[in-house]
């Protein structure tokens, strides 16, 4: 789109429309987290129901992003914006209002598709909203933003659980719905991309593969990893993704375009980002039920406990995406990575029934500048190379590959937990607990070498587009519906 549209609203006004929502988002699951042991005890949920409330809510997302980012181009990318908005709300109602275990991984998958049509096209009507020059300072407040999610989520859900009940967690979402819809509304502009067809087979095989997979890790230790249900969950998951990459060489319309690959920033940014939400969201899962069913923490001082690691990047995301055109993505994803791969090894070798509160939070405190230090710059290498008509199916992609790896997070490290004999008691917790949060270290380690092969350049110059790119992007042009004017 052109810039000009975009200066008519402040750019700080673009900048909360854009990210506000995407904040209900991502506070919405570390909500959840640290609610799960209230939940598990008014539900009587197991384990397995435990991870489906997080899983349902990130496979749902991840399976209809890519499918969201398509819709956008054709039908108007506020317009499924602002529809992800209330879909994300009305499945945030039915949670508070359910009963049973299976209701609400009913209404979180509900409000993982809203997310869908939100998290991806925030970051595509922001980048597309300011100028080119202020556009990684921006992305940085944007990752500011997510990362103020991460570091409220256990704060907020543990209040809310303490002070009410676990239900009011997703009431929360309801005020933030109401007002983020008519701010998205007058301050981004409605741009499209090329109006073609949607990909719905591609859809349907990414979708049924990546569940098959989850399903497969999530249901190994309870019903045998070589019980027939595991082994042709798993098998039949990679053979469905195995179908949609090549169903997505063929397709005239793909849901993902192979071609983004090509790009050497593209590829090893989603790697990268793959391993990092596998391992650190995948440990945040058993290090904060460590802080109640172990240490005794109330969900409010759970919260409390995980601020110097969740409030981190709050504050260091911003200057990450300053700095990033200075130093270069490679060198703050690097950096980052290696941080928090230190720092889970740190709290796992440290983690006891009686380790004093104090010893963790410098580990705490590791993980969380090392998190601040991946969320914009990761970002910024996805788009860096694209031209502006594969900015949503490139974000898209990004965030579908997030979403995934924190779905495979849950389930992988639950399953070295549970294979081990965990129990949700405090003595059966903790020796359990140390190999599960040991894996995710590794796998933060294996994001910290696939990021060493991010280009090593300073800047972040836009790819130039072809022909056929500049046609469309002048095509966005004429189409969109700009911002009114203030």
Known sequence: ????????????????????????????????????????????????ELQWFVNAFTLA????????????????????????IGVFTAGSVLSALSTEPWMVTASRALSGFGAAGIMPLSLTLLAGSVPDRLRPAMIGIWGGVAGLGVA???????????????????????????????????????????????????VFLAGLGVLGIVFGLVRGNDA????????????????????????????????????????????????????????????????????????????????????????????IAPLAGLLAPRVGTRALAVTGLTMQTIALTWMALEMSPTVPYIDLVPAFLLAGVGM??????????????????????ASGTNSTVREVGTALGVAVLTAVFTGAGGQLTPTGYVDAAVPAVLVGAAALGLGAIAALFLPAGRGTSTAPASEADAESTSADELEQEPAPAI
């Not at 997302?61 to 992800?84: E, H, N, P, Q, Y």
């Not at 009431?171 to 409605?190: C, D, R």
């Not at 230090?373 to 199916?393: C, E, R």
Request: net charge positive; charged share 10%; aromatic share 10%.
């Open 372 to 393: 601040a230090l991946v969320f914009a710059p990761l970002s910024t290498a996805v788009l860096a190379n694209m031209p502006a008509a594969d900015h949503a199916k």
């Open 61 to 84: 997302f991840a399976s209809f992003i890519l499918a969201a980012a398509a819709l956008g181009d054709r039908i108007g990318r506020r317009t499924v914006f602002i529809l992800g």
């Open 224 to 315: 045998g990893w070589d019980s027939l249900e595991v082994t042709g969950s798993l098998v039949a998951g990679a053979a469905l993704l195995i179908a949609f990459v090549l169903w997505e060489r063929r397709t005239p319309a793909p849901l993902l375009p192979l071609r983004l690959f090509r790009d050497r920033s593209f590829t090893v940014a989603n790697i990268a980002g793959l391993l990092f939400s596998l391992g650190m969201f995948g440990s945040v899962f058993i290090l904060i039920q460590y802080l109640q069913v172990v240490r005794g923490a109330s969900p409010l001082q759970a919260g409390l406990q995980t601020m110097p690691w969740t409030l981190a990047p709050m504050f």
């Open 152 to 202: 409220l989520g256990p704060l907020i859900g543990g209040a809310v659980v303490e002070g009410w009940n676990w239900q009011a967690i997703f009431w929360l979402n309801v005020p933030v719905g109401i007002v983020a819809i008519p701010l998205a509304l007058f301050a981004l502009p409605n741009t499209r991309g090329a109006r073609l067809p949607i990909d719905l087979v591609g």
């Open 1 to 48: 789109m052109s810039t000009s549209s975009a200066r008519r609203v402040p750019v700080w006004i673009a900048v909360v429309a854009a990210s506000l929502p995407m904040f209900m988002s991502t506070l919405d699951n570390l909500v959840v987290t640290n609610a799960l042991p209230a939940m598990r005890a008014d539900l009587g949920a197991s384990i397995e």
